[in-house]
């Protein structure tokens, strides 16, 4: 981009307005500033105001930093003459966003935009998009994706909200944005109403999904390959740097994280090794997407159990001191070694291992992305999946999508369907060995059972639905008969008295 195009951006929007200045709000105020913007900042938390102002003082930035520890001030900063109010919301999701907004309300303009970088449920979004549609201003839901230090470098952004409030901003977030492989901003319009932070819920609950097979690949390298983390950590970077999984950030991180020590007592120890195996942020509804995604799952009734069952490892997981108990009363094997394999052997394993990561990786996204549209079709925002993959900087799955043809199920795509085929048996080969070897595989083996009954064509389900209409009359369609075989989503038009009622 160049300086004069940036500095009419900056001379459209040179002041902006940061609500909440925790890791993530620090970060977009010191970014922005550095963009040249001018930073109002306000918390309700006054100390990290006042720490923000004391360290901005020590960065170089083109645009000043001033905190306001009263909310009115902090708004009448935002005033220039022919200038719209711009504000970004960095705070938690639900009561505290609705307290915000009810402070400053009163003082919103015609024409203000305020952009909802939190984490919030889509619903919530589009009763304040109707709330401020009423005094002539827009609230602009924005998933922020990346983290405190992409907040800082550039995130990935996923604005939903009004056209035309969206095409007044996307300049300056475009601006903001982190940057693809070819340069583009990792920024879209994403489409109307709360569908920006749908997108950033299903986004968050595919990377759940991502999180927890990987986590997994690594217990099993550890626990039934007997691999230090040296070797875990080699072997990630390997896989990043080449093949289906290259250039992934999950990878990066993990490959950094598994070689970081500290010196303890003069030995230097893996700072991995004090971590607790405890996940608490969706037990105690500090992060509310995974859990939302998986309600909108079965809403829609789109089949997710990768995403499903890492949220419920991550529930389960947080509830430590109940799986303390249990332990003791289960008394279940715990995760041991294949014994009696040698290298070649285990260099074969490692090899099923990637490719059942990268076929769990991919379904993620299939199961993800098939909620997302469905939501689209249901709610008719029009949202392009290319778009989605695009800003995401998911390679793996975007060139097998056209701007042409949006699928319903990626599953019918060539070469997606290709690609689960190929890794398959790779990926039935560790769940195989996990199940010998009492290794923890929740969303590896939740995909591989994921594939088989959404490609089966005979499914236990005839016994079920039998069943059914044995005990409750539910109807069931017959095979083979058109119009009911494969036939529309209905109660069947049969039924059988297997039992005669008794009189």
Known sequence: ??????????????????????????????????????????????????????????????????????????VESLKGEGKNKLFLFSITHGDPAESVLGMIKGKINKGDIILDGGNENYRRTQRRQD????????????????GYQAARNGPSLSPGGDAKALEMVMPLLELYAAKDLHG????????????GHYVKMVHNAIEGGMLSALAEAWSFMHDALGFDYKVIADIFADWNSHGELRDNYLLEIAVDMLRTKKSVGGTDQ?????????????????EGTPHWAIEESASRHISTPTLATAHYLRVASGNREERL?????????????????????????????????????LSSFCQGLELIKRASDDENWKIDLTQCLRIWRADLLEPVLSTEKFWTNL??????????????????????????????????????????????????????????????????????????????????PHHYEWRPAEA
């Not at 583009?184 to 569908?195: L, Q």
């Not at 893996?270 to 500090?286: A, G, I, R």
């Not at 009363?329 to 990268?358: F, M, R, W």
């Not at 290709?418 to 990926?427: D, F, V």
Request: net charge negative; proline share 5%; aromatic share 6%.
């Open 184 to 195: 583009k901003p990792c920024v879209a319009r994403i489409g109307p109403r709360g569908s």
């Open 131 to 146: 709330e401020c549609a009423e005094i002539g201003a827009h609230w602009i839901g924005m998933g922020v994706s990346g």
């Open 411 to 492: 599953k019918h795509a060539d070469k997606v369907a290709q690609e689960l085929r190929r890794t398959y048996n790779s990926l039935k080969a560790i769940v195989i060995q996990g199940c010998l070897h009492d290794q923890y595989l929740p969303s590896i083996s939740a995909t591989l059972e994921y594939l088989k009954y959404v490609g089966g064509t005979k499914l236990p389900t005839k016994f079920m639905e039998g069943q059914m209409d044995f005990f409750g009359s539910h109807g069931y369609n017959k095979p083979g008969i058109p119009g009911e075989d494969p036939g529309p989503v209905g109660k069947g």
């Open 270 to 286: 893996h700072v991995l090794d004090e971590v607790l195996d405890k996940v608490v942020q969706d037990n105690d509804d500090t």
């Open 1 to 74: 981009m160049s300086s004069s195009s940036k500095d009419s951006i900056i001379e459209q929007w040179p002041r902006i307005g940061i609500v909440g200045v925790g890791n993530m709000g620090t970060q977009m105020t010191i970014a922005f500033s550095e963009l040249g913007l001018q930073v109002s900042i306000w918390d309700i938390n006054k100390s990290n105001v006042d720490d923000l102002v004391e360290r901005s003082q020590n960065i170089d930035t083109k645009g000043k930093i001033m905190g306001f520890h009263d909310i009115n001030k902090f």
């Open 325 to 361: 108990v249990a332990a003791k009363t289960l008394q279940l094997p715990k995760p041991s070694l294949i014994q009696g394999i040698n290298d070649k052997e285990k260099e074969s394993l490692v090899d099923d291992l990637h490719d059942a990561l990268y076929c769990t990786f």
